[in-house]
């Protein structure tokens, strides 16, 4: 079904850890328009979709969304990996880290956690791509 190569297509090589912009980069992981939601909103729409190509297509960007997962993941590591207590505390990062550590949990940047809440299938093809065009052009 997958092949699962190991390896970041686009590979994330942070050497300076910045707790700050780590909270901003998490939103893109578990936020209201992040990658998990995206990926959930277009697997779970491909059912509706009255035509062959259009559930193909709905199917291959919410694998590749899930795959955005990956690297964001790694991005939001890395800059948060081996962080001073001083650093925690002037970034403003302690609430996460107080119930995370330096873990990957969705949340958007605000701290709302992720849910299901995040995206809709309605069942018709046109109000899901509706749906989908407006999450992804709120997206950077």
Same mark, same amino acid.
């Given at each position: #079904? ?11 090589? =942070? ?5 700050? =912009? ?17 990926? #959930? ?6 059912? $509706? #979709? ?20 990956? =690297?964001?993941? $790694? =991005? ?8 001073? #207590? ?11 880290? &107080? ?8 949340? $958007? ?16 093809? &046109? ?6 065009? $407006? ?6």
């Amino acid at each position: #079904m997958w092949k699962y190569e190991k390896r970041l297509q686009y590979p994330v090589k =942070i050497t300076q850890p910045n707790p700050k =912009i780590a909270q901003y980069i998490m939103s893109q992981y578990g936020g209201p328009d992040g990658e998990m939601g995206a990926s #959930m909103r277009y697997l779970s729409q491909r059912y $509706a #979709m009255p035509y062959d190509v259009g559930k193909a297509v709905l199917t291959d960007i919410g694998t590749e969304e899930l795959a955005h997962l990956e =690297i964001v993941a $790694a =991005i939001v590591h890395q800059l948060t990996r081996n962080l001073t #207590m001083e650093e925690v505390e002037n970034s403003g990062f302690g609430p996460y880290y &107080i119930d995370h550590t330096a873990g990957i949990w969705p949340q $958007a940047a605000g701290g709302v956690p992720f849910n299901a809440c995040e995206f809709q299938s309605k069942g018709d093809p &046109i109000t899901d791509l509706c749906e989908d065009l $407006a999450a992804d052009g709120t997206t950077a």
